[in-house]
């Protein structure tokens, strides 16, 4: 059974940063690929960042590229979402998600090809 606890959210005013943190109980991280989703009320799920299996590729969602970056301690069966120059249009439930993959380098951007799920973290970004 896989498990994924995030942890990191909270509350911040606009321009502020925040790093989420999911920790996976898995016996070979690296066969995981990873993404971060989030939900405000009223909406639906949408990708933030994916990041590959090896941590060589990633991919960010427009609304977030080059405000946050997403990267992934192997050692740690940890998975990371920095996310700088914080919006109140950020402000929303983040899921960390994983999925096993049979190649390092792929990075998946659909919600539905994720097999496992964390119960989320709140992130409020206040004007």
């Known amino acids: 059974q896989v498990q994924l606890v995030e942890s990191g959210g909270g509350l911040v005013y606009a321009g502020g940063s925040l790093r989420l943190s999911c920790a996976a109980s898995?016996?070979?991280?690296?066969?995981?690929?990873m993404g971060w989703f989030r939900q405000a009320p009223g909406k639906e799920r949408e990708l933030v960042a994916a990041i590959s299996g090896g941590g060589t590729n990633t991919h960010f969602a427009d609304s977030v590229k080059g405000r946050f970056t997403v990267s992934r301690d192997t050692a740690a069966n940890t998975v990371f979402l920095q996310m700088n120059s914080l919006k109140p249009a950020d402000t929303a439930d983040y899921y960390c998600a994983a999925r096993t993959s049979p190649y390092s380098g792929i990075c998946y951007t659909d919600r539905y090809e994720y097999a496992y799920w964390g119960q989320g973290t709140q992130v409020t970004v206040s004007s």
């Open positions: 898995v016996r070979t991280f690296s066969r995981y690929a």
